[in-house]
């Protein structure tokens, strides 16, 4: 079975401030994973995705993550927050043989001071 | 534009009331899904579908039921024998069962108990 940890709730930084949103799963089976961020009684919006080729995966916005198969991790980053940044992130996994699902996880709620 | 349309945007159940929620598509997927949001929970799986008159159960389904007549559309019913029904639907579609392409999404219906 596939699962999916995303550590700490609730993130705050400092506007201009790196942001770190942790993600660490588990798969049994090569994973395909994804970032999503969330605003307020939206949908979930596609940040960034890893299927496979190059570990350093770049999205929209300024954000990537790194996939680091040895650590089960797919960390996201972005080296300088914006106020526009502060919304719930999702980290994500799939796989070959799930149907197409995706297993989230409880999510991250970035907040972002001026 | 291409996407995912859901509705209404509000909708409000009373007590041993079924009720529908709606989700369309025009992207052209084969795959549909619909998630279930809580507080502090992530999303979780109720349904999907990978073909038209065919779908599967996900994680929680009790209390819901699904169809799929067409590829556009999945409508959802909350039926009266979900007994929390309060919380935040998200529809979503994707190009294939594999896994590997992401998952585009609604922006939702907020479900709430008169």
């Known amino acids: 079975a596939q699962s999916v940890t995303q550590l700490g709730s609730h993130v705050s930084v400092s506007e201009g401030a790196l942001v770190l949103l942790r993600c660490n799963y588990s798969?049994?089976?090569?994973?395909?994973l994804f970032w999503y961020v969330q605003y307020p009684n939206q949908g979930l919006q596609l940040l960034l995705k890893?299927?496979?080729?190059?570990?350093l995966v770049k999205g929209i916005n300024g954000f990537e993550a790194e996939f680091k198969k040895s650590e089960t991790s797919f960390h996201l980053t972005k080296p300088s927050a914006h106020m526009s940044d502060a919304a719930e992130y999702f980290c994500a996994v799939s796989s070959y043989n799930q149907g197409g699902k995706l297993i989230f996880g409880q999510g991250t709620e970035l907040s972002v001071k001026p | 534009d291409g996407g995912i349309t859901q509705s209404p945007k509000y909708l409000f159940r009373k007590e041993g009331q079924n009720v529908t929620l709606s989700c369309e598509q025009n992207?052209?997927?084969?795959?549909m899904y619909w998630y279930r949001q809580d507080p502090g929970q992530g999303l979780r799986l109720i349904y999907y579908s990978q073909i038209v008159n065919d779908f599967q159960k996900g994680d929680i389904a009790e209390g819901y039921s699904v169809s799929r007549e067409k590829k556009e559309s999945f409508p959802l019913t909350v039926t009266s024998a979900q007994k929390n029904p309060t919380a935040f639907y998200l529809c979503a579609s994707g190009p294939s069962a594999d896994g590997s392409q992401p998952q585009h999404f609604g922006d939702g219906t907020r479900l709430s108990i008169l």
């Open positions: 890893y299927t496979t080729g190059a570990t």
């Open positions: 992207l052209n997927h084969d795959a």
């Open positions: 798969s049994s089976v090569p994973p395909y």
